[in-house]
C-alpha cells in the first residue's frame, strides 16, 4: 500500500501528484477532476504539453505542482515538494514520450464525451494451435502421501526509520518514525515490535521473523516483494537497493539452507511503481533495479533464469521433476505504473513468454506454479482478460497461483470462459508481513500436494500465523502464534479450485462462516463486522480474477452499488 496521490501518478498533472486519481479518497471528499470543463481542461493540457517539450519549463511545471498539491491538501507541504520532485523525471519523460494529445488525457479524466483515448486499447496474446488437453480436475492424495511445506513472505516493508514510542497517528502518510513526533497524552507512542496504525515494521521485527522460522521445516519459499517502507515521497535509488539487499541479506542467513524464489513487487523502484518496459534505455531503465537483483539472489537462481530476471524481472525455473516454477513482473500490469503510457501492449512480451513456457510445460506433462506480487484481478483491464484466458487454456497445467499485494488473507477464483460457472483455478493471496493499515504482521504456509508421480502438486490446505502486536509489545521476546488452517476453520477437505467456489456459495448463506473470514481476512484485528453491502463487495472480489468483469457478480448487483464495488476496488488498489 501507499500514498494515494503518489501511487494515483498516471498521467498529465495526475501524474505530478497534484490531483488525485478517479476513485481516490480525494474524489470522495469532494474534489473532482469532472469539476473541470473540458474546454479548460483541453486548454490546460494543451499548454502543459508545450511547456514540457522544453526541459527549462519542467522545473516550474513542477513548481506549480507543488503548490497545488499543498492547496489541494493532498499531503503536507514538505511531502508535497518532496514527491513532486522525486517523480517530475520519470513521469514527465513517460508524457512526453507517449502519444498522448491533451484531448486524450481529458477524454480520460473527464469522459469520452471530452474526447477519445485508445493508449490502453485491446490486444491478444497468441495462443498455439495445439488443442487443449483433456482437464482431470485433481484428486485428494492417498493417505500418506507427501507433502510439500511452501513457506510464503510477502509485503515486508521495512522502515528504516522506525522509532518505539513515536507518533502513530501523525499527520504523514506514514508514521511511528522519525519525524512522526510524540503522540498526544491520551495516546500511546508506537510498540517495540509494531503498531496497529499507518506504520510499517522495525528492523528487528522483522529479524525476530526470521530467526522464528529458523526452527521450522519448509521445502520452498516463495516471496514476492514489496521490501521498503511506504515513505515513497523521498526514496532514492540508494535506499531502495538498502532495503534489497538488507531484507535478502537476512532471508539467506536465517533461511539460507532452503531454496528461496522471489518475486518483483511494486515498491522495489522508485519512483514507487515506475517499471519501465525493456525497451526504455538510458538512465530511465530499470536496469540499476534488476541488475542488483541478479546480483544477490543467484544464489538461489540457475543463469537461465537470471537471464530474463536481469531483461525485465521474471523468470522461469524447474523446482523438481514435474514441476516448474513461474515468477512474474506484475507491474507490467499495473493501473499505476505510468511508463505503460508510452506502450501497454503485453509490456515486455511477458505474457507471450508465459505462454511458451505452460507449452512446454504442458508438452513435457510438467505441472507449473505462477506466483507474482499484484493479484490479476487488480491489474489493467486488457492484461487481466488475456490472464485469465491463458489461466483456461492451460488449467491442466497451472497447478496453482501465489500472490500477495493487498496486505489481506483473500483469494480471488477463476472460472470457465465459456459459462462462468466451472471453477478452474484459483489466485491464493497471502496476507503481509507488514502491519500497514491496523493490521498485525503475519506469514502464510502452503500445504501442497507433493512429489511422487501423478501428483496434482496443487495447494491442499494453508496455515496463518500472526504476531500479536497487543501481546508483543508487552514482552521483549515476543511469540509468533497459529491463527488458523483453511480447512479446519472451514471445513473443507482441500483447496481446490472446486473447493473455494464452494466456500463462496457457503459465504453467502451462512453469515457466521463469512464473519469468521472477515476476521481472518484482517489476520485477527478488526473491530468492525461486515454488514451486507460490504459483504456483497467482498464476495464478488472472490470471484473476480479478471479485472472489470460484471457477469462474475451478474447475480448479486441488485445488492451491490457501483459505488460500493468503487470502494471495494479502491480499497484493494491502496497498496
Not at 234 to 242: A, E
Given at each position: 500500500?501507499?500514498?494515494?496521490?503518489i501511487?494515483?501518478?498516471?498521467l498529465g498533472?495526475?501524474f505530478l501528484?497534484?490531483?488525485?486519481?478517479?476513485?481516490?479518497?480525494?474524489?470522495?471528499?469532494?474534489l473532482s477532476?469532472r469539476?473541470?470543463s473540458c474546454?479548460?481542461?483541453?486548454?490546460l493540457?494543451?499548454?502543459?504539453?508545450?511547456a514540457?517539450?522544453?526541459?527549462?519549463?519542467?522545473?516550474?511545471?513542477?513548481v506549480?505542482?507543488?503548490?497545488l498539491?499543498?492547496?489541494l491538501?493532498l499531503a503536507?507541504?514538505?511531502?508535497c515538494?518532496?514527491a513532486?520532485t522525486l517523480?517530475k523525471h520519470d513521469v514527465?519523460?513517460?508524457w512526453?514520450e507517449?502519444?498522448?494529445?491533451?484531448s486524450?488525457?481529458?477524454?480520460?479524466l473527464?469522459?469520452?464525451a471530452?474526447?477519445?483515448?485508445?493508449?490502453?486499447s485491446d490486444?491478444?496474446?497468441?495462443?498455439p494451435?495445439?488443442?487443449?488437453?483433456?482437464?482431470t480436475?485433481?484428486k485428494?492424495p492417498s493417505?500418506?502421501?507427501p507433502?510439500?511445506?511452501v513457506?510464503?513472505?510477502t509485503?515486508i516493508?521495512?522502515?528504516?526509520?522506525y522509532?518505539?514510542?513515536?507518533?502513530p497517528?501523525?499527520q504523514?502518510p506514514?508514521?511511528?518514525?522519525?519525524?512522526?513526533?510524540?503522540?498526544?497524552k491520551?495516546?500511546?507512542?508506537?510498540g517495540k515490535?509494531?503498531?496497529y496504525?499507518?506504520?510499517?515494521?522495525?528492523?528487528?521485527?522483522?529479524?525476530?521473523?526470521?530467526?522464528?522460522?529458523?526452527s521450522?521445516?519448509f521445502?520452498?519459499?516463495?516471496?514476492?516483494?514489496?521490501?521498503?517502507?511506504h515513505?515513497?515521497w523521498?526514496?532514492?535509488?540508494?535506499?531502495?537497493?538498502?532495503a534489497l539487499?538488507t531484507?535478502?541479506?537476512?532471508i539467506?542467513?536465517?533461511?539460507g539452507?532452503?531454496p528461496?524464489?522471489?518475486a518483483?513487487g511494486n515498491?522495489e523502484?522508485t519512483?514507487?511503481?515506475?517499471?519501465?518496459?525493456?525497451?526504455?534505455?538510458?538512465n530511465?531503465s530499470?536496469?540499476w533495479?534488476?541488475?542488483?537483483m541478479v546480483?544477490?539472489?543467484?544464489y538461489w537462481?540457475?543463469e537461465?533464469?537470471?537471464?530474463?530476471?536481469?531483461k525485465?524481472?521474471?523468470?522461469?525455473?524447474k523446482l523438481k521433476?514435474?514441476?516448474?516454477l513461474?515468477?512474474?513482473?506484475?507491474?507490467?500490469?499495473?493501473?499505476?505504473n505510468?511508463?505503460?503510457l508510452?506502450?501497454?501492449?503485453?509490456?515486455?512480451g511477458?505474457?507471450?513468454w508465459l505462454?511458451?513456457i505452460l507449452?512446454?510445460a504442458e508438452?513435457?506433462?510438467?505441472?507449473?506454479?505462477i506466483?507474482g506480487h499484484i493479484?490479476?484481478g487488480?491489474?489493467?483491464?486488457?492484461?487481466?482478460?488475456?490472464?485469465?484466458?491463458?489461466?483456461n487454456?492451460?488449467?491442466?497445467?497451472?497447478?496453482?497461483?501465489f500472490?500477495?499485494h493487498?496486505h489481506?488473507?483473500?483469494?480471488e477464483v477463476?472460472?470457465?470462459?465459456?459459462?462462468?460457472?466451472?471453477a478452474?483455478?484459483?489466485a491464493?493471496?497471502?496476507?503481509?508481513?507488514?502491519?500497514?493499515?491496523?493490521?498485525n504482521?503475519?506469514?502464510?504456509?502452503?500445504?501442497?500436494?507433493g512429489?511422487y508421480?501423478?501428483?496434482?502438486?496443487?495447494v491442499?490446505?494453508?496455515?496463518t500465523?500472526?504476531?500479536?502486536l497487543?501481546?508483543?509489545?508487552?514482552r521483549?521476546?515476543?511469540?509468533w502464534?497459529?491463527?488458523?488452517g483453511?480447512?479446519?476453520?472451514?471445513?473443507i477437505?482441500t483447496?481446490?479450485?472446486v473447493?473455494m467456489?464452494?466456500?463462496?456459495s457457503?459465504?453467502?448463506?451462512?453469515d457466521r462462516?463469512?464473519?469468521?473470514?472477515?476476521?481472518?481476512?484482517h489476520?485477527?484485528?478488526?473491530?468492525?463486522?461486515c454488514?451486507?453491502?460490504?459483504?456483497?463487495?467482498t464476495?464478488?472480489a472472490?470471484?473476480?480474477?479478471?479485472?472489470?468483469?460484471p457477469a462474475?457478480?451478474k447475480?448479486?448487483?441488485?445488492?451491490?452499488?457501483y459505488?460500493?464495488t468503487q470502494s471495494?476496488w479502491?480499497q484493494?488498489r491502496?497498496?
Open positions: 500500500m501507499a500514498i494515494r496521490f501511487l494515483s501518478v498516471s498533472l495526475w501528484g497534484i490531483g488525485p486519481s478517479p476513485g481516490s479518497p480525494a474524489l470522495s471528499a469532494g477532476w469539476n473541470l474546454p479548460a481542461c483541453r486548454a493540457f494543451t499548454v502543459l504539453d508545450i514540457l517539450k522544453f526541459n527549462s519549463n519542467v522545473d516550474e511545471v513542477a506549480v505542482a507543488s503548490k498539491c499543498v492547496r491538501k503536507p507541504q514538505d511531502i515538494v518532496q513532486i517523480f514527465i519523460t513517460a512526453t507517449s502519444v498522448l494529445k491533451p486524450e488525457i481529458c477524454g480520460l473527464l469522459g469520452i471530452c474526447g477519445h483515448w485508445d493508449i490502453y490486444w491478444n496474446v497468441t495462443l494451435d495445439t488443442p487443449k488437453p483433456p482437464v480436475p485433481p485428494p493417505p500418506g502421501s507433502v510439500t511445506r513457506l510464503f513472505l509485503d516493508h521495512w522502515d528504516k526509520d522509532i518505539p514510542g513515536t507518533n497517528d501523525c504523514d506514514l508514521c511511528c518514525r522519525k519525524g512522526s513526533g510524540l503522540p498526544p491520551h495516546r500511546k507512542g508506537a515490535w509494531g503498531e496504525s499507518k506504520c510499517d515494521l522495525p528492523l528487528h521485527t522483522i529479524e525476530n521473523l526470521l530467526q522464528h522460522l529458523q521450522e521445516h521445502d520452498l519459499v516463495y516471496w514476492t516483494g514489496d521490501i521498503p517502507a515513505d515513497v523521498h526514496q532514492t535509488r540508494k535506499d531502495q537497493l538498502r539487499s531484507i535478502t541479506g537476512l539467506r542467513k536465517n533461511l539452507h532452503i528461496v524464489y522471489p518483483v515498491h523502484s519512483p514507487v511503481n515506475s517499471f519501465p518496459p525493456p525497451f526504455i534505455h538510458g530511465e530499470s536496469t533495479l534488476y541488475d542488483a546480483q544477490l539472489w543467484k537462481l540457475p537461465e533464469a537470471q537471464e530474463t530476471l536481469r525485465a524481472g521474471f523468470y522461469t525455473v521433476p514435474g514441476l516448474r513461474v515468477s512474474l513482473n506484475m507491474n507490467f500490469c499495473s493501473h499505476e505510468f511508463w505503460l508510452v506502450n501497454s501492449t503485453d509490456p515486455a511477458q505474457l507471450q505462454v511458451s507449452q512446454e508438452d513435457s506433462g510438467d505441472k507449473v506454479h506466483i493479484p490479476p487488480l491489474c489493467m483491464k486488457v492484461w487481466s482478460w488475456n490472464y485469465y484466458r491463458i489461466v487454456r492451460y488449467e491442466g497445467t497451472i497447478a496453482a497461483q500472490f500477495g493487498t489481506v488473507d483473500e483469494f477463476f472460472y470457465d470462459e465459456e459459462t462462468l460457472s466451472r478452474v483455478s484459483v491464493f493471496i497471502a496476507p503481509s508481513v507488514t502491519t500497514y493499515i491496523n493490521l504482521p503475519g506469514f502464510r504456509v502452503y500445504r501442497i500436494d512429489n508421480p501423478e501428483s496434482s502438486h496443487a491442499l490446505d494453508h496455515e500465523y500472526i504476531l500479536n497487543t501481546e508483543a509489545n508487552e521483549d521476546n515476543p511469540k502464534v497459529f491463527l488458523y483453511l480447512q479446519e476453520a472451514y471445513g477437505k483447496a481446490f479450485p473447493d467456489d464452494n466456500l463462496i457457503h459465504f453467502l448463506l451462512d462462516l463469512f464473519q469468521r473470514y472477515w476476521f481472518l481476512y489476520k485477527g484485528h478488526t473491530d468492525q463486522p454488514q451486507q453491502a460490504c459483504k456483497t463487495a464476495i464478488c472472490l470471484r473476480t480474477g479478471r479485472a472489470g468483469d462474475l457478480c447475480d448479486l448487483h441488485n445488492k451491490l452499488t459505488r460500493e471495494l479502491r484493494r491502496m497498496c
